[in-house]
């Protein structure tokens, strides 16, 4: 069964900071994996993902995920924090099987960054 | 963001009245999904379409009916809504570009609130 977790409900870090979102899976096969940004009222916005190739991803407004399959996560970080990047954040993964593209979520991140 | 758009926004309903969620692209991608989110629970799959009169469930169909008639729309209905149907509801979209199943991105409408009193 595809699963992903997220073992964090909350993270709070200071603007300047760096910030890293943890995420792990577990999948059969190869994994392609997602992460995306919600912010309040808004639906999901994507961020980035990792189909194969090089285990760093870069995606939008400076985020970054580092693929590691040994210890199956997709952590999602930044150099330095932004106020403007608080909001919640989910890992997903694509179901693979019989089903199309199907995406399995995390339960989700909430991401605070102070002044 | 994507030509996603989904009517109504909000919504409140009694107990037993049936309900009807509209997605509507301008994309012409393949594939609609609807989800569910919950608090705890994340994003939830309901149904899918992976083309015109062409659907399958989710992990949380009961209770959740569809329909897709034309590329654009992907309908979701509430047959007899109940409270624990109470939710956000958002629809996506996807396309086969890639020839990869799965690796295609997923882009996100601005989701429907829906109370059930």
């Known amino acids: 069964a595809q699963s992903v977790a997220q073992p964090e409900d909350q993270v709070n870090v200071a603007e300047g900071n760096p910030l890293t979102v943890k995420c792990t899976y577990s999948v059969s096969g190869n994994p392609y994996l997602f992460w995306y940004v919600q912010y309040p009222n808004r639906g999901l916005q994507f961020l980035l993902k990792y189909i194969t190739g090089d285990n760093l991803v870069k995606g939008s407004y400076g985020f970054e995920a580092e693929f590691n399959k040994s210890q199956t996560s997709f952590h999602l970080k930044k150099p330095s924090a932004l106020v403007s990047d608080s909001a919640l954040y989910f890992c997903a993964v694509d179901g693979r099987g019989s089903t199309l593209g199907r995406l399995y979520f995390g339960r989700g991140t909430q991401l605070t960054v102070w002044p | 963001d994507a030509g996603i758009t989904q009517s109504p926004r909000h919504k409140v309903t009694e107990t037993g009245t049936p309900v009807t969620l509209r997605c509507h692209q301008t994309?012409?991608?393949?594939?609609m999904y609807w989800y569910r989110q919950d608090p705890g629970h994340g994003l939830r799959l309901i149904h899918y379409?992976?083309?015109?009169?062409?659907?399958d469930k989710g992990e949380v169909s009961d209770g959740y009916s569809v329909s897709r008639s034309k590329t654009e729309d992907f309908l979701l209905t509430l047959e007899s809504a109940t409270s624990s149907q109470t939710s956000v509801y958002f629809c996506?979209?996807?396309?086969?570009?890639?020839?990869?199943?799965?690796?295609?991105?997923?882009?996100f409408g601005p989701g429907t609130r829906l109370t059930v009193l």
């Open positions: 379409s992976y083309g015109v009169k062409d659907t």
């Open positions: 996506a979209i996807s396309d086969s570009t890639s020839g990869l199943r799965g690796t295609d991105t997923q882009y």
């Open positions: 994309e012409n991608h393949r594939y």
